[in-house]
């Protein structure tokens, strides 16, 4: 199970721009305890291809459960986390625990997937993150291809230079880097190439239905081909139907994950569906040439 995170660890922070919202203030109170009392846990949610129909990744997640508040949502604490630092332990608690789970799944022999990590900003300034990362995987046996960091475009602004060092430093190891949460943000294409990315994230807002208006489809797969002319890979969020797992498949989208396939699941869970090999049903992704 989880393990403790360091008492000494989370007191490092700096004062809050909210500090006198009461509500916030509880939360960021009850957000430390949760770090001390292992109540925060990672969940992952399956990425699977959508050639082969089979898992390739997942994407860990945090949760918290709380006694009294019950679940918070990761959209609620992580921003309380970033501004008052304890995102750093908590940080480095999660990528602890997500090579260590990887590393067992590796040593129990299944099949072979990719764990990816979803970093926060603060990380990406910490001067030696790409190094604690080589050194986590190392200690742990993980094979560094199967392990993967999540950034978002936003993310790399405020020290630029650093962010795309430590991205090349990982990209070296074999860690596959993928851009989060893409059309979102700035998104032009000029920016996109400076950046040393393996994968780009369609962001949900912009995978398309089978209902979409034919313009919408248009963009996700201009998205597509702008990407693969980049030599990255592009992964879609939030599919939550079979016909926006069929058009992206149509539309030569590499990845996908989503409530559709699975939300995110204890790594007990997770197991089971690797062990019993559950993929997408092939007839639903038609045939596809792989050449591009
Ligand atoms: P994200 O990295 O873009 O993660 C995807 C979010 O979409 C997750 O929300 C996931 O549960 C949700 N999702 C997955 N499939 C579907 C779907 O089919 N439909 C819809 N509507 N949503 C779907 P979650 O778990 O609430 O996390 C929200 C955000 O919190 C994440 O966005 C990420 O930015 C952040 N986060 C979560 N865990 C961590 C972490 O360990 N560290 C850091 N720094 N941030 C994290
Ligand atoms: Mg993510
Ligand atoms: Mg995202
Ligand atoms: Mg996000």
């Not at 299944?110 to 764990?115: A, E, I, K, S």
């Not at 790409?130 to 993967?148: K, M, T, Y």
């Not at 230079?161 to 989060?180: F, I, K, P, T, Y």
């Not at 498949?249 to 197991?271: P, T």
Request: hydrophobic residues 45%; glycine residues 6%.
């Amino acid at each position: 199970q989880a393990k403790r995170l360091g008492r000494n660890q989370v007191s490092v922070y700096t004062r809050a721009p909210h500090d006198d919202d009461p509500q916030r203030l509880a939360l960021e109170t009850a957000l430390r305890q949760a770090s001390r009392d292992e109540q925060l846990e990672l969940h992952y949610q399956p990425q699977v291809d959508l050639v082969q129909g089979r898992i390739v990744g997942v994407e860990a997640l945090l949760r918290w459960q709380h006694p009294t508040l019950g679940h918070v949502a990761p959209d609620r604490f992580i921003p309380i986390a970033e501004e008052t630092g304890l995102i750093v332990p908590i940080g480095d608690w999660v990528l602890r625990r997500a090579v260590e789970q990887a590393a067992a799944w590796q040593r129990a022999g299944l099949p072979p997937l990719r764990m990816a990590v979803n970093l926060s900003a603060r990380q990406l300034l910490q001067q030696d993150l790409a190094r604690r990362i080589e050194g986590l995987l190392a200690a742990s046996g993980l094979d560094p291809r199967r392990f993967g960091v999540e950034v978002t475009e936003s993310m790399l602004i405020t020290n630029f230079d650093q962010a795309v060092q430590h991205l090349r430093a990982l990209r070296a190891l074999g860690v596959e880097v993928s851009l989060d949460d893409f059309g979102t943000g700035y998104s032009s294409l000029s920016y996109l190439r400076r950046l040393p990315v393996d994968v780009v994230k369609i962001d949900r807002s912009l995978v398309p239905d089978v209902t979409a208006p034919a313009e919408d489809v248009s963009i996700t797969r201009a998205i597509i081909t702008m990407a693969h002319q980049l030599q990255m890979k592009v992964l879609a969020e939030g599919v939550e139907s079979e016909g926006q797992a069929a058009l992206l498949a149509a539309n030569q989208c590499d990845q996908m994950q989503g409530w559709w396939f699975s939300a995110a699941q204890s790594a007990a869970a997770v197991e089971t569906m690797l062990r019993e090999g559950r993929r997408v049903d092939p007839a639903l992704l038609g045939r596809r040439s792989r050449e591009r």
